[in-house]
């Protein structure tokens, strides 16, 4: 989707007015690796974003299906509106995320969107085995199975 701001002069029609609103509103959220797709099988994906003051707030929720497919690389799910551009390329736009290994532990983390991307991606501060931290993947920050779950929120400023 493309992002148009409130100006002077806008029309307001309904669609708009519940952009500005803050009402939630679902979306279709993709969910990728940086090598191979995922996919998501019989498990359920769910999205849905708010607008409200310029600024566009995410929930996203993944639960893995005994059908799901984890792909390779580092999973990304994509976002609404392309995030705007950052005064440096380091930053980032930084909301929660929370992975559930179904009956053995829960992982808290981040959830990052780079400047000028349109998907956010997810880190934990460490693995399952204690290691370094880095963005989540078919096997990070643990191996994914059968009805666990992750679910992330950010805020960011759409381009």
């Known amino acids: 989707m493309t992002y148009t701001g409130w100006a002077a002069g806008s029309r307001i029609t309904t669609t708009r007015l519940n952009e500005i609103s803050g009402i939630w ?10 090598t191979t797709n995922p996919a998501i099988g019989n498990g359920i994906i769910e999205a849905e974003y708010a607008l409200v003051g310029g600024l566009c707030t995410v929930r996203g929720n993944v639960t893995m299906g005994s059908t799901t497919t984890y792909g390779s690389g580092q999973f990304q799910f994509s976002i609404p509106f392309m995030a705007a551009t950052l005064g440096h390329a380091d930053n980032h736009w930084v ?18 969107v780079a400047s000028g991307t349109n998907y956010a991606q997810c880190i934990s501060s460490t693995t399952a085995g204690g290691g370094t931290p880095t963005e989540w993947n078919p096997t990070r920050p643990f191996t994914w199975a059968n009805t666990d779950n992750l679910s992330f929120t950010v805020t960011y400023e759409p381009a």
């Open 25 to 34: 509103i679902p979306y279709t959220m993709s969910w990728t690796g940086t």
């Open 95 to 112: 909301g929660s995320a929370t992975s559930i290994d179904r009956g053995a532990a829960w992982f808290p983390g981040q959830c990052r």
